[in-house]
């Protein structure tokens, strides 16, 4: 699992019809850090902090074996304070 920072809803209006209508995430590990892109199962905004899972538990926490997904949000977290932050 790890533990990442919404930036903002990625929108593709082309994609594989095995996406469905999930949302799409742009995430960052940490401010200036690399960018990835996340399915929202549960609803988060710009700014939330995140809980992910990847590989296989991302395709199960995004609908099922066969979901296209390596990068899923599968929880928010209440209280977060990233490092180097006081």
Avoid: Y
């Amino acid at each position: 699992m790890k533990i990442m920072c919404v930036e903002k809803t990625l929108v593709s209006t082309n994609r594989i019809e095995a996406f469905g209508h999930r949302p799409l995430l742009v995430l960052q590990e940490r401010a200036g850090g690399a960018r990835s892109v996340a399915v929202d199962a549960i609803g988060c905004v710009p700014g939330d902090w995140v809980i992910c899972v990847g590989s296989s538990a991302a395709r199960e926490a995004a609908g099922g074996r066969d979901f296209p997904s390596d990068l899923t949000i599968v929880g928010i977290i209440d209280r977060w304070t990233p490092e180097g932050s006081a």
